[in-house]
C-alpha cells in the first residue's frame, strides 16, 4: 500500500459543488459545469468535509509543481462557475480596415493586410465572442477555453515578411479579467 501525504487543500466556496469520480472533478454553480480530469501515478486528489485535499506519495520538484498546477486548475474551476471569466482584446490597423465576425465556431477577420481571403480563428469550448466596435471580448466559465480562444485570434493575425515596426496590425490582448457577477 502506497503511504500517502497531504501536501495542500482548497475550501470549497459557498454556491460551488463539486463531484469526483474516477479522477474527473466536476465543479457546477450558478454560470454551469466545468470538468476536467486530473490523473498521475504520485499525486491524488480528494474530496474531503468541504474542501479538496491534495495528496502525493513521493516527494519531488516534479510532485509538487503538480500539485501546484492542480490547485490553480480547481481554484479558476470554482471562479469560472460562480463569476466567469472574460478577455477583451482590441482590433488595431492602420493600412487596411479589418473586418472582424463571429460565423459559427469561428471568428473571421476579413482584409487583413488586404488580403482576398479571410482568415479564421477557432472558437474553444463554450466560450462565447462578441464584438463591439474595436474591441473583441471573449467570456465563458472555462479559463482555458477563453485563453485558448484568445491565442488563436492573435495568432491569426500573425504578420510575416513585412517590417513589424511598420505594419503593427492585427488583434492584442488588452486584459482578462474575472466578472463580478
Do not use: C
Amino acid at each position: 500500500m502506497i503511504n500517502y501525504k497531504e501536501v495542500s487543500e482548497f475550501k470549497i466556496p459557498s454556491g460551488v459543488n463539486f463531484t469526483l469520480v474516477d479522477g474527473e472533478l466536476k465543479a457546477s454553480g450558478k454560470l454551469g459545469e466545468a470538468r476536467r480530469t486530473f490523473r498521475d501515478n504520485y499525486v491524488r486528489i480528494k474530496l474531503s468535509d468541504g474542501k479538496i485535499v491534495l495528496e502525493i506519495s513521493k516527494e519531488s520538484r516534479r510532485n509538487s509543481a503538480i500539485v501546484g498546477t492542480w490547485l490553480s486548475e480547481v481554484k479558476n474551476m470554482a471562479e469560472g462557475v460562480s463569476n466567469g471569466f472574460e478577455y477583451e482584446m482590441k482590433i488595431d490597423y492602420t493600412h487596411f480596415p479589418m473586418r472582424v465576425s463571429v460565423k459559427g465556431n469561428n471568428v473571421e477577420i476579413d482584409n487583413f493586410l488586404g488580403e482576398r481571403s479571410p482568415r479564421r480563428a477557432k472558437i474553444l469550448g463554450s466560450s462565447k465572442v462578441s464584438i463591439k466596435g474595436d474591441r473583441v471580448f471573449i467570456s465563458g466559465i472555462d479559463k482555458r477555453d477563453i485563453g485558448g480562444t484568445a491565442a488563436n485570434i492573435e495568432r491569426a493575425t500573425k504578420i510575416k515578411g513585412f517590417d513589424l515596426r511598420v505594419f503593427q496590425d492585427g488583434i492584442y490582448l488588452l486584459k482578462g479579467v474575472e466578472i463580478d457577477a
